[in-house]
């Protein structure tokens, strides 16, 4: 059974400070891994999608990384910002593409 | 830019009434998907939906439980007889192809009395 980790639960920094939020999953037979952005009581934002077969992707500011084969992707954000402040979350799709198991999230408060 | 449109926002219902949580996909994706979040958990998957049936779904996806496309437009999910722990966030997803990327409704909390 897939399960999603994430680390850390929460993370509080300056503004300015790159940094690194850290997913794992135990089933690396996966179709895709999906990074979220979600603001309290609200929906979840696609912030990047990278396929089984990739291994990297970028959009601004940000950079996710795949390695299917240990289980890990990281989220990579630059120069961080007081509007960056909202839960991270990780998904990844099963095999069939139509299953998405999320983690638990990182709750990132980014000081000004 | 086009969105993934859910209401109502917020429903409260009585234990044991039927509730219909209603959502508009994205208007040229094929994939449709319903997920839930109680406060302070995950965000779980309930179940995937496409070409008029239901894909994959999960164990909590139960009899209680039913998915509708009645038209070209609208994606729906019924529980039929509800219960106190179906209180939670319900979220709505389409996405264009298998395995694309995902846009997400904002959500209906539903309140279960």
Known sequence: KQEVTQIPAALSVPEGENLVLNCSFTDSAIYNLQWFRQDPGKGLTSLLLIQSSQREQTSGRLNASLDKSSGRSTLYIAASQPGDSATYLCAVSNTGGFKTIFGAGTRLFVKA | ?113
């Not at chain 2, 999960?58 to 209180?87: A, C, H």
Request: aromatic fraction near 14%; charge should be negative.
């Open chain 2, 1 to 113: 830019e086009p969105e993934v449109t859910q209401t109502p926002s917020h429903q409260v219902t009585q234990m044991g009434q039927e509730v219909i949580l209603r959502c508009v996909p994205i208007s040229n994706h094929l994939y449709f998907y319903w997920y839930r979040q109680i406060l302070g958990q995950k965000v779980e998957f309930l179940v995937s939906f496409y070409n008029n049936e239901i894909s994959e779904k999960s164990e909590i996806f139960d009899d209680q439980f039913s998915v509708e496309r009645p038209d070209g437009s609208n994606f729906t999910l019924k529980i039929r007889s509800t219960k106190l722990e179906d209180s939670a966030m319900y979220f709505c997803a389409s996405t264009r192809d298998r395995g694309t990327e995902a846009f997400f409704g904002q959500g209906t909390r539903l309140t279960v009395v």
